[in-house]
């Protein structure tokens, strides 16, 4: 006689997805209407800002996303500066994670509440970012910056701005250079050093990019190596000179063009390469020639979980390095990275 699998069974559990009732769909057929907490969560771990959908324009979507945040914010200011982190860090969506901040920031200030500075600092994980949340609130709301945006973007500075960063981030294609962000929030060095990084920045934005200071070595050792590659490119194919350079693989390709073999360019820069570089650029290395044991270093940091669940990638980026890579010596690598 069965004693749990009867007529009245039910499951125990609940969904955190709150049903209020019934609703309408885009093309009139019966749905379900949600409380604005599981709305706003459906909405935000599916959004790529400024991208349409089948049934929805992007400017319909991001105004649905953005007042659904400014909703939640002012309702439970808790659970949505929790939300908001773990879009960011958990979920991995970085601008539906900014925008989000951005306007419960909004939101919050107009209600008189705290919390948006660590709303803010919360969301900025990458040092690109703190320019990221300045464009998109000076693009919408104006020049005008609100304390608790320039304090959160000013703590996580103090995490973010580092020699490494100022080289790979701080370009001419920025609207908001690393310096164009100090002169703004004004934020106050957190590390040793990062005093005199504040300082170079300033001073290569406008225009008096003289020596760095010697606490800034690998900026300077990055000044150094730039100079000597561009007479003699051989220094490109030492690991440890392109690292305590902080040289990008972007760097090194285009001061080398077509002076240097791409198999032996490849081979120094691997070591150097963040995992989202080598699972984008598996194709360059079979084209190159790259050596079967240099291939095997760069499957063995694929396949190393510690290393996936850093590197913050989406399922799909496995499946389409696969698909672009031609030869299968990743294909075993990358399936067990996705696994």
């Known amino acids: 006689m ?3 699998n009867t007529a009245t069974a039910k499951p125990a559990g609940t969904s955190p997805i709150t049903s209020t009732g019934s609703a309408v769909t885009h093309e009139g057929a019966v749905g379900v209407a949600r409380d604005a907490k599981s709305e706003l969560f459906l909405l935000a771990v599916a959004n790529m800002v400024g991208e349409p959908t089948f049934y929805e324009g992007a400017s319909g979507r991001d105004s649905r996303y953005a007042e659904l945040v400014r909703q939640v914010a002012v309702a439970d200011p ?28 909004r939101a919050l200030l107009a209600a008189k509440l705290p919390g948006g500075r660590q709303l803010v600092a919360s969301v900025l994980q990458r040092a690109d970012e703190p320019g990221e949340m300045l ?3 000076t693009g919408r709301y104006g020049r005008a910056i609100p304390k608790p945006v320039k304090r959160g ?39 040793p050093g990062q005093g005199e990084l504040f300082k170079h920045a300033l001073d290569r934005r406008h225009g008096r990019d003289g020596e760095a200071p010697e606490a800034l070595a690998m900026v300077r050792n990055n000044a150094v190596l730039r100079a000597h590659v561009a007479d003699d490119p051989t220094d490109l194919l030492n690991t440890d000179l392109l690292k305590a350079a902080g040289f990008t693989w972007e760097d090194a390709l285009s001061l080398a063009g077509d002076r240097l073999d791409k198999a032996r360019l490849w081979s120094a820069l691997i070591p150097t390469m963040g995992y989202a570089a080598l699972l984008r650029n598996l194709r360059n290395f079979d084209q190159a020639g790259v050596p079967d044991e240099v291939a095997e270093q760069v499957a063995k940091r694929l396949t190393d979980p510690e290393q996936v669940a850093r590197s913050r990638q989406f399922p799909f980026r496995f ?16 399936d067990k990275a996705l696994t």
């Open 2 to 4: 069965a004693k749990f």
């Open 78 to 105: 808790a659970w949505t500066t929790g939300f908001l982190g773990w879009l960011r860090s958990g979920a991995n969506m970085r601008s539906a994670s900014l925008v989000g901040a951005a306007e419960a920031t």
């Open 135 to 137: 464009a998109y609130w």
């Open 153 to 191: 973007i000013g703590d996580a500075i103090g995490r973010l701005y580092t020699e490494y960063a100022l080289l790979k981030y701080d370009t001419a294609s920025k609207g908001f250079r690393f310096a164009d962000v100090l002169d703004l929030v004004h934020p106050s060095p957190a590390a």
């Open 319 to 334: 499946l389409a390095a696969y698909r672009a890579a031609p030869s299968l010596r990743w294909g075993h690598a990358l």
